[in-house]
């Protein structure tokens, strides 16, 4: 089972949209996969069509509570299940940090999970607890970054938080891949970006680059992945190739 956290502490990178749209990807490719929103934002939750009903459970509950994550996920389509987030996350961070373990509590909730070939992870736009807890439960960091300047500039400071937490956990978890987002041919910047995180990360950056398409941003509003809502769309043309390339790295053994 490969464990993947997408991750930038910047937002607005199209980091979520990844999330959604790699998971469904994958699922279709014949894939099992489990998305889990560690944002307290919950877009990645609500954007593919998930309201938590009275009662239910979320990662919170199994973050703070040791709630049984089987019991809490939620269906998306065959092949793509969701562990879902709510605005309680926002009060995990401090909750944590009084907490044994508080870095290990994702890892020790997925632990006992069963049954998939990859376990993807929204984690929020900060570098906090949530985001730790994220680094720790997983052997894969994928950075979403968007093909412009400053967001680029950024990256120095993430490299050094995965650099601390490789020092400290032992976990074996180290930067997988780089995804280009938000890319439009047109614009000499994006190119020249891309050309400097190729030559900066080498082969850690996908050769695909997910292009900047209305689509990709009118899915969420309807509640569906990019393949159930425009599956001819240079989107889903752009994820398709993306999860193709992240199915490669398991016959390299990546």
């Known amino acids: 089972m490969r464990t993947i956290a997408l991750l930038n502490q910047k937002g607005g990178v199209g980091k979520t949209t990844c999330a959604a749209n790699i998971g469904a990807g994958l699922a279709l490719l014949g894939r099992k996969v489990l998305l889990v929103d560690m944002d307290p934002q ?3 939750t609500e954007g593919l069509g998930v309201a938590l009903g009275t009662g239910q459970a979320s990662v919170y509950d199994c973050l703070i509570n040791c709630h049984d994550v089987e019991s809490a996920v ?4 065959e092949g793509l299940d969701i562990l879902p987030s709510c605005i309680d996350l926002a009060g995990a961070e401090a909750e944590l940090i009084s907490l044994q373990g508080r870095e290990w ?3 020790t909730a997925l632990s006992t999970v ?15 607890q949530l985001a730790l807890n994220t680094m720790y439960a997983v052997r894969e960091i994928f950075i979403p970054l968007q093909t412009e ?3 680029l500039k950024g990256v120095a400071k ?12 032992n976990t074996g978890t180290a930067i997988a891949g780089i995804v280009g987002t938000c890319y439009d041919s047109r614009k000499n910047l994006n190119k020249e970006v891309v050309a400097q995180f190729r030559e900066h990360f080498g082969e850690l950056a996908f050769r695909t680059v997910i292009r900047d398409n209305v689509a990709l941003a009118e899915a ?5 992945d990019i393949f159930r809502y425009a599956k001819s769309s240079r989107g889903a043309e752009d994820y398709a190739a993306l999860c193709q390339e992240i199915i490669a790295m398991e016959e390299t053994g990546d």
Do not use: C, F, H, M
């Open 42 to 44: 919950a877009n990645l």
């Open 74 to 77: 939620v269906r998306i389509t």
């Open 105 to 107: 509590r994702l890892k």
């Open 114 to 128: 069963d049954g998939y070939d990859y376990i993807i992870i929204d984690a929020p736009p900060s570098l906090g």
């Open 149 to 151: 300047y400053y967001p």
């Open 158 to 169: 993430l490299l050094e938080t995965v650099a601390e937490v490789q020092k400290w956990s």
């Open 220 to 224: 969420p509003a309807a509640s569906l």
